[in-house]
């Protein structure tokens, strides 16, 4: 697959000056042969908080653990590109970077530094990682390659760019609200060359027409007193959003076609409140669906909290709808 020599012109404030930089860092780190796994922020904050960790000691270090670096741990070359990225700032006598890049399949995906507690932060870890690895199996197993794909809230585009790779005839819609995500997606396809890979500014799949032959979505759903937007779910249990998307589905799938949902619930009773709705939601569609867990517990640290003091643990779990032909 042929690598595009240029990102496309990103919109709003980024400069498109930036973006080039940004794409060509990711081209030297991947070039350079970095890889690095993200775990989850719990994993990302005890692990800095070892002793020797405070900074870093190299490119590991200021671009997957996003500590705080003098200027000669980065390679000459490299510290421009990010200086010439609008991606450094100030960190007491250090600099620190505003972009961190992760590993999966092959690729390299930027995306906001920890801690992402900015409102329009892009979010990539293991649930990344495990959607990703649904929707590839999705794909696979299919008896022919979709030629339509939309993928909802698509953050760093890791869903839309794995399904291109995948599908490389298919005209794939990488939809979200926030230009922040659109923009490191927009990068991160074009440093996988994933020509298929169309960013799109869409409140779900309103500015988008037509029917699909897949769809697939990692949405928010936690219960986030804050409020941020790549983290909060909406509704009592967090699940309004994937109840949503399912909506959206049992409308927009075309014959044949599936929708492919990631998304997560806290277990109460050793009951599952989305499975209970989403049930409710898909009766009458003439959808087919699936439903199981993929992992029966993570997050264990939210549980401390006052959002799930009635859950006994959060699940993550994938649900996938398809409409017969």
């Keep these: 697959m042929t690598t ?45 908080r070892r002793p020797g960790n405070a900074a870093a000691a190299g490119v590991r270090d200021v671009f997957g653990w996003s500590r705080p670096f003098a200027p000669e741990v980065l ?3 490299i510290f421009d590109l990010l200086r010439a990225a609008d991606a450094l700032e100030r960190s007491g006598d250090l600099w620190r970077s505003r972009v961190r890049f992760s590993s999966y ?4 995906f930027v995306h906001s530094a920890f801690p992402t507690d900015a409102p329009d932060s892009v979010f990539f870890g293991p649930d990344t990682y495990r959607m990703a690895d649904c929707a590839a199996a999705h794909v696979t197993a299919r008896e022919r390659p979709p030629a339509r794909v939309a993928d909802i809230g698509t953050g760093t585009g890791a869903g ?23 923009r490191y997606a927009r990068i991160n396809a074009a440093l996988a060359g994933t020509s298929g890979v169309r960013p799109c500014h869409s409140n779900l799949l309103d500015a988008v027409d037509g029917q699909f032959d897949l769809i697939v979505s990692n949405p928010p759903f936690m219960i986030d007193p804050a409020g941020r937007t790549y983290r909060d779910g909406g509704g009592e249990h967090g699940n309004e959003l994937s109840l949503t998307i399912i909506d959206v589905a049992a409308e927009r799938l075309a014959p044949g076609g599936s929708l492919v949902l990631f998304s997560g619930c806290g277990i109460i009773d050793g009951h599952d409140p989305l499975r209970a709705a989403a049930a409710g939601r898909l009766e009458g569609t003439g959808l087919t669906w699936t439903y199981r867990e993929v992992d029966p517990d993570v997050y264990d640290e939210e549980l401390a909290g006052p959002a799930y003091s009635r859950a006994e643990r959060i699940a993550v779990v994938l649900l996938t709808a398809t409409r017969p032909r």
Excluded at 21 to 39: C, D, I, M, P
Excluded at 162 to 181: C, L, Q, S, W, Y
């Design 75 to 77: 390679p000459a070359p």
């Design 105 to 108: 399949d092959d690729e390299l």
């Design 160 to 182: 839309a760019i794995t399904v291109a790779k995948r599908a490389p005839g298919a005209e794939v819609f990488a939809v979200d609200i926030n230009d922040t995500a659109l």
């Design 4 to 48: 595009t020599d240029t990102v496309p012109a990103s919109t709003g404030e980024d400069s498109k000056a930036a973006d080039e930089a940004l794409l060509q860092l990711g081209r030297e780190l991947k070039n350079s042969g970095y890889r690095f796994t993200t775990v989850t922020p719990a994993t990302h904050a005890l692990i800095n």
